[in-house]
């Protein structure tokens, strides 16, 4: 294994740790790239086949770099009912790009998420993991610009 | 056994070992029911359902691959109920695959014959196994392959980037090279004796049929020779009678008989032929020449009349004058022609719609036109009159395009006070062809000989096929028309109805919707080159004689061209499974239709091709490779309806496949195949 | 005045989406009082939440923000601000469960052992392992994951079981989206899930303890870790004389991961798809082990069970479903939160006198989920339990309500469900993985005006018969959102086909925007908001140009764009 792995001895080398040690990868470089299902493949003694092919069942992994701030909006139930799609659109107008992309500068990255488990706040988005609640358009565009002015 | 559990299954009882599923039992007492991931060389997949049968009591659909019965349980698996739930799997399958079960060349042959299979030995140069795979299908190949309107190659997938593979010179290079040698292997007569009425293409197709089945047949035909339109409607130009003769000479070598100058109702009675013979084939075509709908349309000459007349007097005839011919069909490309050939130098075609709308030949306009026939568009005759003079006048009026009408076309309708005359020696009336059915004989509403749609059977032992059946039709359709009467009669003297066998045909569409990248190449060698050019001889020759136009293809040109075929049928159409469960279970590949997969195939394996369109995610060669081969090569990847199959980053097989094959025969699809066809 | 003894801050994830995060840093250096960090009570609508424990009893506050004059306020004890829970809501709710949630600091173990708990583990294991059992099938508990089985039985099998290994796991993925019950449960009373598990695994002799949970509830994962650090530092994890194994999974994202068979191929490092049962995971479960999953409130539950015994467990609930039931309430109503009712009660009684919606305003409710139907407000006298669910065609699911108004297409909203369960199919087997995408593809061509009727047969005939051949509860449920609305308002479909009409004006192919100049007043928001500039400098909206988007109605303070019937707005071309 590459040294560029090495923190992968943290996790328990049993396949029962696989997902965990792609986890950690994506923690760590933020996506998970084919030198990395090589590495977790020689790591686990799973073939690299069989790790791409968990890789891409969970919705969690994703294989391109991903923004320096990752904006997911909620698209659970609740959030739909509450509008979600619109927040959708304002949030992709303001950013310039479509749910799965990453923006120009790597600044920003777009996704929709099944629901963050905060359906009372609806509608609802995340930030990096930070969740902001009853979102209308103008509390939407003003976190967005906060998080641009800070870079 | 004390631990053997007693069930049942459509109500028979079956004892079963512990751990014994439900389909094991089945197949261990010959009950089959349909799988297509079950594989007894890998564990349990439980993936397609189209192996469920029905718990009486629960209600619930079990896949009976995976599920073992219980004491006392009662299953269906041969109720509606179970096979509509089969079929919906299947069509939910067929929905998402994209394939060809047959070549789509084949498919459009309305003789299905086996267009891939006979370009492709004539591509390795084996012009004898052509001829061979064609006279399966088609008995006449020397008329055909020069005469044919080559529905294959409108359908011919090359169409997506040039022009399609010269498909019908295949059939004519290797008839002229080997028709007269060749003999197919022809039964010992089994006693049996049928009547065909009409030694026309359908006539002469059904006799061959008839006789490799086995019967004794005896063809009637009322004009001095065979051959019908073959003889008396295509003219020698396009189909020399020598050749003619000779195709016919092999049906007397397979000892098939012939009586001419007998004509139906006539001096031929159906009664008789009815009770001396077992059965009737009545192929009699489409004699009689349409209407004008014209004052004074009896001074123009028949178009079909007219060429059966220079046939029949081995095509020399008067100089014809000025020739107006009015229609638009093959027929009336014939008679411009001929006229020509017959020294006018004035022929024109009027025709009452827009050239585009021409039934005729593109083909056949583009050579008319060479050889200096001028064409009218949109302009309908009124009125034919003899003047003072002896000339004969057309009043014509000039059409536009109206609305359209129940055929789709836009409807000529007649431009206002745009009468006009002109002036000829000869106007021949090529307005289409009705059949002049014999008294005793029953028609449809088109005055058609009728017919029941899969056996062709008339009544009693009598049979139809042919243009007096379809209305006047092609060649190739006469012969496909053949066949099957040859079959309906075989399967009513032998006492079980021919019902045509279900086909499932796949298809990834017509050409015209597909893009080059949508095509799959089978061979990394499939050439890039342009269609070889037919050579025809020159000008002159073809407005002073009628000498045959087109020249057949060398060899080297033949296999250039097949070297342009993309072999577009599936390589595995003879054992997929999909494929006979469809069938057997009524699936539709039209049913559920929706969005496919987009994800192409990966032929850079040398041996092995994966078409992951036909992919049905049954996950057999995934578990092959990792539980038998113990390789683990390959994976499913996504999930929901974007699962798909195949091995690390995309790549079908890696370098370090063992190339087993193991894959490759244990796929219940053509997904993984070899690469290679036979 | 009554003397402040502590403060409560409500942080579970409700709490600090809302911004409780800043009012407990506020408070922390400011109030000069004990500022004490709690879960969730259940009034999500009133977050930031903040309890002030007095000598005479307790205060709520709502809305509560970090600043001063706030703090001030409740430092008074002010009367602004205070949360009023409805008389009605106090008479249908019966806080068994969730008795302690929102009440004490979830990382505190004395916290919890203060209120009793552990007691129960205690009293398990002064019986032995099969009166434990006894003791839970004597309740009546049913899982609460959606399945409905019968716990005491499920553990019974595994206890039967003689093997080198068993396992016992915590469902706690909650796919579900619209719940949140499980996620509330773990991140406010970590310990009593915890205790659950414990008193399961001296029932069944289990070695190893798995909590699979989604990777989306980090403060869960959190609380939970703290607490399984908290029991192994007190001993408690020594049950049966052996040291359990207690493993935190956190899933990666897969809804069908909640389905028992997938969730262990999924512990097990592999793609989490489904298999055939039998064989049982107490046959054959983890790594082959034998195996028994339950709900994070199945677990929850164990202690009251235990505790109360199971007979007076019983006590609440109807004849077949015992016991209190935690709903996630959310959708067109006031309340918005979790609620715990006993099982039995109503639904009209959650949704308008637990939920405060108004019933002029609803129109159905959704229980279940994406595996669940509607219920129209005609049949909201419905008691929920199991069998009165399932048998309207809705299931009870883990426990997800959405209220659906009357301004809500139903149309889309089955379009919404299919969306969701179609792309979260395994992929696995055939009805499923493609009658789902041909369901799916149909209601997208109908809201997009493009339906026939035929399609709307189409659902009807397909739906059952994926129900019928799918191997597991995804595909087994996911047509059911369809089948119900088709049932309920089959009306809307039509209109949709045949009038290529949205009476609720939600499907953007079948509606127009429209400006009405009598209430504009020209300070032109729309206009310099409009992201194609859909608007005119004379104030009329082209509806060639405009996308739906919604955004010159979100911004006009005038309320003077509005979405009307196709055809009523205005065409440049
Ligand atoms: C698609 C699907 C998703 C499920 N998701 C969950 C879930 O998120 N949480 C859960 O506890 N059970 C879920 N279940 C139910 C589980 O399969 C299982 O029945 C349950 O965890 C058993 O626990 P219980 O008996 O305590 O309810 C799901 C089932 C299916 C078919
Ligand atoms: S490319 Fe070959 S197989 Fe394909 S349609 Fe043309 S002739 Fe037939
Ligand atoms: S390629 Fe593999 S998964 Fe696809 S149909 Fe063939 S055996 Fe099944
Ligand atoms: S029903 Fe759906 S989720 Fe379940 S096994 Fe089948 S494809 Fe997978
Ligand atoms: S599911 Fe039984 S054979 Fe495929």
Known sequence: ?151 | MPNEIKFKIDGREFTAAPGETILEVATRNGISIPTLCHNQKISRTTSCFVCVVKDKRTGKFLPSCSACPANGQEVESSSDEVRDMRRTALNLLLSEHAGDCEAPCTVACPAHAQVEEYVRAGRRGDFKKSLKIIKERIPLPLSISRVCPRFCEKECRRNVYGKPVAINDFKRLAADLYYDEYMEDIPVENGRRIAVVGAGPAGLSAAYFLRRLGYRVKMFEKMPKAGGMLRYGIPEYRLPKAILDREIAHFFKMGIELECNRQLGLNLSLDVLKSEYDAVAVTIGCWKAGSMRCAGEELALQGIKFLERIAANDWTGNNPGKTIVVGGGNTAMDCLRTSVRLGSDDVTCFYRRSEEQMPAEKLEIHEAKEEGVKFEFLVAPVKLVRNDAGKLVLTCQRMELGEPDASGRRKPVPVPGSEFDVEADTVIAAIGQATDAPPGLAVNRFGDLDVCEHTYRMSDNVFAAGDCVTGAATVVEGVAGGRIIALGIDGFLSGREYRPEPVVNVSRGHWQSLRKEDLVFLRQDVSEADRVPQRLIPIAERTSTFHEVAATFTPEEVQSEGKRCIECSCTAKGDCKLRQHSQEYGADPEAYKGARLQQGYDNRHPVIIHDRMKCIKCGTCVKICAEVVNKNLLSQKYRGFATKVEGLFGRTLPDSCAECGACVEECPVGALDWRFKA | MAEIRKIKVGTASCGLAAGAGAVLDFFRDHAGVEIEEVGCIGHCYAEPLVEVVTDAGSVFYRDVKGEQACLDNILALGETGRLEVSPSRRKYEMLKVTRLAGRICPTSFDAYVAEGGYGALKKALTMTAAEVVDEVKRSGLRGRGGGGFPTGMKWQFLAAKQAEKKILICNADEGDPGAFMDRSMMESVPHQVLEGMLIGAYATGADILFIYCRAEYPLAIKHIRIAIDQIREHGLDVVNGKKLDIIIKEGAGAFVCGEETALIASLEGRRGTPRFRPPFPTDRGWNDYPTSLNNVETFANIPLVIGEGGAAFAQVGTEKSKGTKLFALAGDLKYPGLIEVPMGTTIGEIVFEVGGADPDQVKAVQTGGPSGGCIPKELFDTPVDYDSLNALGAIMGSGGMIVIGTDRCMVETARYFLDFTHRESCGKCTFCRVGMMRMYETLERIVAGKGEMSDIDFLADLGPKIKKGSLCGLGQTAPNPVLATLRYYKNEYIEHVRDKRCAALVCNALVDVKLDPEKCVKCRLCIRNCAVGAISDDFVIDNAKCTRCNTCIDVCPKHAVARVEKGEGYYAE
């Open chain 1, 1 to 151: 294994m590459s040294d560029k792995f090495a923190y992968l001895s943290s996790v328990e080398r049993s396949r029962t740790y696989l997902i965990k040690g792609l986890q950690t990868v994506q923690a760590h470089d933020g996506y998970i790239s084919d030198a990395a299902i090589e590495a977790i493949a020689a790591y686990f003694s799973v073939p690299p086949v069989d790790v791409e092919g968990v890789v891409s069942f969970y919705a969690q992994f994703k294989r391109t770099r991903p923004g320096k701030y990752k904006v997911a909006v909620c698209d659970g139930t609740a959030c739909h009912i509450k509008g979600s799609i619109s927040i959708l659109e304002w949030v992709g107008t303001e950013l310039g790009i479509k749910p799965g992309q990453t923006d120009r500068d790597g600044l920003f990255s777009l996704e929709t998420v099944a629901c963050l488990g905060c359906c009372s706040l609806a509608p609802v988005m995340s930030i990096n993991g930070k969740v902001y609640g009853k979102l209308d358009r103008k509390g939407t565009v003003k976190i967005l610009k906060e998080y641009r002015k800070n870079g």
